[in-house]
Nanobody, 124 residues
Framework: QVQLIESGGGLVQAGGSLRLSCAASGLTFSTYTMGWFRQAPGKEREFVAAISWRGPRTYYADAVKGRFTISRDNAKNTVYLQMNSLKPEDTAVYYC?????????????????WGQGTQVTVSS
């Protein structure tokens, strides 16, 4: 079965950096658009970034543009999210997701598979 396993979350001070990883198995990784979403306490899950399978092309939410970088390594079936200049408002559970069609890449409903999430906490 398909598994997406996130890692790399933790506690960091404002202005610091973290790199999240998402290891995928059970799917043809190189043909999937991969996305990162996050959910803060009491808020809805929101789009953070995505990377297409072709190109690849990258997409970012305005809130993270210029600070976060998404990348993928198809040989390792892994997608990454490099997060720099972290702010307390970036605190959330971060989820990795896989999308077989790659059309509405910022929409939760677009994605077929989801990981369990990894906690990122940014202290002020």
């Amino acid at each position: 079965q398909v598994q997406l396993i996130e890692s790399g979350g933790g506690l960091v001070q404002a202005g610091g950096s973290l790199r999240l990883s998402c290891a995928a198995s059970g799917l043809t990784f190189s043909t999937y658009t991969m996305g990162w979403f996050r959910q803060a306490p009491g808020k809805e899950r929101e789009f953070v970034a995505a990377i297409s399978w072709r190109g690849p092309r990258t997409y970012y939410a305005d809130a993270v543009k210029g600070r976060f970088t998404i990348s993928r390594d198809n040989a390792k079936n892994t997608v990454y999210l490099q997060m720099n200049s972290l702010k307390p408002e970036d605190t959330a559970v971060y989820y990795c997701a896989a999308d077989n069609f790659g059309v509405e890449i910022s929409k939760i409903r677009e994605y077929d598979y989801w990981g369990q999430g990894t906690q990122v906490t940014v202290s002020s």
